[in-house]
């Protein structure tokens, strides 16, 4: 099996400024094919035209783990400040403190990155070495039954169900892991509103005009309980490989 990855940036003062990402577990003969999906994603994204493009393909090495996905609900929300509000009472209700939740809605508002913040639940402070570049999940993918059963459920609820797809295997991979006690996701495609939260105890919950449309907006923070083994958690997140069952 290999690992595909894309990654699209516009760059400005020498500066890089994400504009989409791909990702995938495949086998050797869908690469070709999957490498033209891939760039023609990253030239036609809504985001703009990027000034860069970096596709990269690896051969797997390690075991490949496999990782149930998560139940999958959907949640109304007349607004962004109800969709705000609603996501706030499910994090506080895991044990979540209001300065975590704070912190994770400055990143996602203000701060473009390519990857995730790592929060600590308790404290609201941010964890990852990196703060521009924040931690990127990676070497993932659903398997073909599971992704048919998704598709199966979803197709009558949202436009975009490879999008949907795509943001299950990432959350069930970062859920999975044990000191991650959620995940709150908000795209940063303009056109794309709906947003979710995620956790063991809940599940994968689709958050309706998380956002207004035509903003740009965006990011994803994963809450962290301590203590923890930082370096395990980020090698396991961006690193080991993964297929969501």
Known sequence: MWSLRMRAAKIENDAEEHISGAEGIYNFSEVERLLKKFFQRAIKHSNGMPDKVILTIEKIKEPIHEIKALTVKTIFCSSPDDAQNISREYLINLGISEKAIVTAWNVIKNHKMRGATLIDAFTGERLEPDKKRGVRVSRIQMATKKRLQILGKIKN??????????????????????????????????????????????????????????????????????????NKMIEFLERTPVIII
Not at 178 to 186: F, G, K, Q, R, Y
Not at 197 to 203: M, N
Request: glycine residues 6%.
């Open 157 to 230: 609820f949202t436009t975009e169900p490879e999008r949907v797809i795509e943001a299950i295997t990432v959350a069930s991979k970062v859920i999975s892991f044990s000191e991650i006690i959620a995940e709150i996701c908000v795209s940063d495609n303009p056109d794309y509103t709906t947003g979710y939260i995620a956790s063991k105890e809940s599940g994968y919950l689709r958050l309706l005009n998380i956002k207004n449309k035509g903003e740009h907006i965006g990011g994803r923070a994963f809450f962290v309980k301590s203590p923890v083994d930082l």
